[in-house]
């Protein structure tokens, strides 16, 4: 986060410039350590309807609810129990 930026802000100013779209920031799933690392979770809904990844990204993905445990795979054992429940897996 930049000085005096909020972790909402963080994460809207990340999303626009990396994807090039607003989102709007719906609510606060959850938050937990995975790999020693504290990761937020938020539910967002997309503003713009076009996505630019950046020259920082390889590709980008939009994965359809019902498939985002899967496709995240081994990742999901370090979710905490609010996203277990969110995505019903």
């Not at 939009?62 to 081994?74: F, L, N, Q, R, T």
């Amino acid at each position: 986060m930049r000085g005096g930026e909020t972790e909402e802000g963080a994460l809207r100013r990340y999303v626009k410039e990396n994807l090039n779209i607003e989102v709007k920031i719906l609510k606060l799933l959850a938050q937990g350590v995975s790999s020693e690392k504290t990761v937020t979770w938020y539910e967002c809904e997309p503003l713009t309807p076009d996505v630019r990844a950046n020259n920082d990204l390889e590709y980008y993905l939009w994965i359809p609810y019902s498939y985002v445990a899967k496709y995240c795979g081994e990742a999901t054992k370090e979710w905490p129990k609010e996203i277990h429940e969110y995505f019903k897996v």
